[in-house]
């Protein structure tokens, strides 16, 4: 089956500087790659997402890049602010989607 | 659109009781739906893919007897556990496809809290 690797586990900043989540997976029939962010005892929420045709794909400060060949995708997330502090989980979804374990990211102000 | 809820959002047990969690497409059919297992500070754990009118495909190490599903209308699937015992005390999220969104996008449902005594 699928296997989603994501790194780093936490990740803390400044605001106002630039977070990189990476994520790697091993199954080539993955075609789709969302990001979620979850904040504590809620539900994830899409942020952004990319499907295996397209290489990159931004949405004003978060951006995704794909690189199909060596099987990996990260999440950029520029001008971070405080409110973006939470758990971000990639997947890699092929019918279903596996996640990775997660990073928690702290903005520090 | 594509709003999930769940029901209830927590509830409390004793240990050997069954408790039953309703997931529901508010405003789209829902081809597929999935039942996550999250454990604190973990990621989510798929348990089961369940398609209306079929039998749940349920994830290696998952016991179907004990994780009753079923996807009985395209806008409502159930998750029952049966004689739950503290172990089974988790975050419980079922998430749905269908709606406006792409054809591979999920929307997830806001969580139940299972808490065995």
């Known amino acids: 089956g699928e296997n989603v690797e994501q790194h780093p586990s936490t990740l803390s900043v400044q605001e106002g500087d630039s977070a990189v989540i990476k994520c790697t997976y091993s199954d080539s029939a993955s075609n789709y790659f969302p990001w979620y962010k979850q904040e504590l005892g809620k539900r994830p929420q899409l942020i952004i997402d990319i499907r295996s045709n397209v290489g990159e794909k931004k949405d004003q400060r978060i951006a995704v890049t794909l690189n199909k060949t060596a099987k990996h995708f990260s999440l950029h997330i520029t001008e971070t602010q405080p409110e973006d502090s939470a758990v971000y989980f990639c997947a890699a979804t092929a019918g279903k989607s596996t996640f990775g374990d997660g990073t928690t990211l702290t903005v520090k102000p | 659109g594509a709003v999930v809820s769940q029901h209830p959002s927590w509830v409390i047990c004793k240990s050997g009781t069954s408790v039953k969690i309703e997931c529901r497409s508010l405003d789209f059919q829902a081809t597929t739906m999935f039942w996550y297992r999250q454990f604190p500070k973990q990621s989510l754990m798929l348990m089961a893919t369940s398609n209306e009118g079929s039998k749940a495909t349920y994830e290696q190490g998952v016991e179907k007897d004990k994780f009753l599903i079923n996807h009985a209308s395209l806008t409502l699937s159930t998750l029952t556990v049966t004689s739950a015992h503290p172990e089974d005390s988790s975050f419980y999220i079922c998430?749905?496809?269908?709606?406006?969104?792409?054809?591979?996008?999920?929307?997830f449902g806001p969580g139940t809290r299972l808490t065995v005594l």
């Open positions: 998430s749905a496809k269908g709606g406006s969104g792409s054809y591979n996008e999920q929307f």
